[in-house]
């Protein structure tokens, strides 16, 4: 028989592999302590919740330019409000950034061990993903440089890196940004930046700021506690946000959204209160960790709300991760991104953490 004729997606997206986001249920259905996708153990701003009671009726279209909430960012930060772009989460402007630069024939650079959306986003316009080599499970400033072609459009960074958690100073930064070519566009993913000492802010927003080929992200689904709202923005010079605003979602950012992140971005006690709570647990549980190395756990050093812990002696990330789940935690195992044995787990409240750490003892 013939086939019956259909549309073909294009061989490029027949080449794309669907996320694979956390899981908040074992495979029975039991719910669990999720510990697998980033959020925030404390909720959401009680501020932020009463405004999205508030929020204008879900009958009317939201404000397309969400201009209340781009100004306060800009506010926040010391933007101009012109100069910022939303994102239906700020993976929807990974997307819009790289279907806006690259194409069939381009390279989308970005690191091994790096987010694993940026594979995904790479495909789906089309262009050639390359993975250059991690050092020490995080981004290598020299290696990515170094894999530079006439052919490279778009680095994607993330800073702190998920899934490990590493960090590169300002200095490396700057250092990236200085060694690529004009017009290549360096997108510097700051997804976990309020969990990071503000003393150590990376520069990514003020490269953004005095740079024509510099993209800075943030999203408000993590310390801002929002997962579930998708909010998301970015950065750079007009032409690059101007570009990015002709193509990104019309009303992309739903009245709720708008409303409950305005007034999230208002109570930035929440948020300093995540990140010390996170450095602090984060502190305690990679201790603990750290304490089994002689049964060849090993955490890998983090300044964002998760630690990457290996397994390098007995225990394997697979028997781990099945020890934690059938305990009631479920943490992400990644075999798929060649970790097999490793687990990156959130920081959630302390009673968890020191549950799972007394897991991992129990199984090493
Ligand atoms: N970048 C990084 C590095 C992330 O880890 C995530 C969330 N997992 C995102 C971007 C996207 O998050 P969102 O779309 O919720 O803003």
Redesign the pocket.
């Known amino acids: 028989d013939a086939p019956c004729p259909a549309p073909r997606p294009k061989p490029w997206i027949e080449a794309i592999h669907a996320y694979v986001p956390g899981k908040s249920a074992g495979d029975d259905g039991r719910p669990l302590v999720k510990l697998s996708?980033?959020e925030n153990p404390l909720g959401t701003s009680p501020a932020a919740l009463a405004a999205r009671a508030k929020a204008v009726a879900p009958s009317l279209y939201p404000d397309a330019d969400s201009t209340a909430l781009r100004e306060a960012i800009g506010r926040l930060h010391g933007i101009d409000p012109a100069l910022i772009v939303m994102?239906?989460?700020?993976?929807?402007?990974?997307h819009t950034a790289a279907g806006a630069f690259a194409g069939p024939g381009d390279e989308v650079l970005y690191s091994q061990y790096?987010?694993s959306?940026y594979e995904i986003v790479a495909r789906r316009c089309g262009a050639e993903p390359v993975e250059v080599p991690a050092k020490d499970y995080g981004n290598d400033v020299t290696a990515l440089l170094a894999a530079v072609t006439p052919q490279t459009r778009v680095v994607f960074v993330?800073n702190?890196?998920?899934?490990t958690g590493t960090f590169l100073p300002k200095a490396e930064i700057a250092r990236l940004h200085a060694g690529l070519p004009a017009d290549v566009l360096l997108v510097l993913?700051?997804?976990?930046a309020e969990y990071v000492d503000p003393a150590d802010d990376d520069g990514s927003l003020e490269l953004a700021a005095t740079h024509p080929n510099v993209l800075a992200?943030?999203?408000?689904?993590?310390a801002y506690g929002l997962?579930g709202e998708?909010?998301?923005w970015g950065t750079g010079a007009a032409p690059l946000i101007d570009v990015l605003n002709r193509i990104r979602g019309a009303f992309n950012i739903g009245n709720s959204a708008q409303a409950t992140a305005l007034a999230a971005l208002a109570d930035q006690d929440f948020v300093t209160h995540s990140r010390t709570h996170n450095a602090g647990e984060r502190a305690r549980f990679t201790a603990k960790v750290e304490a089994l190395g002689n049964h060849g756990l090993r955490a890998v050093p983090s300044e964002a709300n998760f630690v990457l812990i290996l397994f390098e002696g007995r225990l394997s990330g697979e028997a781990a991760y099945k020890g934690l789940a059938d305990r009631g935690y479920i943490v992400r195992w990644l075999p798929s991104q060649g970790l097999a044995q490793a687990l990156r787990i959130t920081i959630g409240n302390r009673a968890d953490m020191d549950a799972i750490a007394a897991i991992l003892r129990e199984l090493a």
């Open positions: 996708a980033n994102g239906t989460g700020s993976g929807e402007l990974l790096a987010f959306l993330a702190p890196n998920n899934p993913d700051q997804a976990y992200t943030r999203t408000f689904s993590k997962a998708r909010v998301g």
